[in-house]
């Protein structure tokens, strides 16, 4: 049974930054997509980022792009989402999500993901 425990969200004013992490359990190996999304109150959810752990590529949608990283960090067996300039359309719950298609042109953000984590809140006020 594959679990994802987020962490790092909270509040931060609009320019501020956070870090959020998601660690990944129950996978028989290490080769799996791991994407990012948000879903703010009242809207569609919105896939953010993604990260293959076997080809180390990366894709973003387009309103985060030049603001948020996602990396992985082997020593810790997370995949963290760097969140910089945070604006207050940021606000959202953040939800960590993987899969198996580790393609670069499969693991994106619009893909369907199989396994959810619970959700962290950020709040970015004005």
């Known amino acids: 049974q594959v679990q994802l425990v987020e962490s790092g969200g909270g509040s931060v004013q609009s320019g501020g930054s956070l870090r959020l992490s998601c660690a990944a359990s129950?996978?028989?190996?290490?080769?799996?997509?791991m994407g990012w999304f948000r879903q703010a109150p009242g809207k569609e959810r919105e896939g953010v980022a993604a990260?293959?752990?076997?080809?180390?590529?990366?894709s973003y949608v387009d309103s985060v792009k030049g603001r948020f990283t996602i990396s992985q960090d082997n020593a810790k067996a997370t995949v963290n989402l760097q969140m910089n300039s945070l604006k207050p359309e940021d606000n959202a719950t953040y939800y960590c999500?993987?899969?198996?298609?580790?393609?670069?042109?499969?693991?994106?953000?619009?893909?369907?993901?199989?396994?959810w984590g619970q959700g962290i809140l950020v709040t970015v006020s004005s």
């Open positions: 999500a993987a899969d198996l298609f580790v393609s670069p042109t499969a693991c994106v953000p619009s893909n369907q993901f199989t396994y």
């Open positions: 129950g996978y028989t190996d290490s080769s799996y997509c």
């Open positions: 990260f293959s752990t076997v080809y180390g590529s990366t």
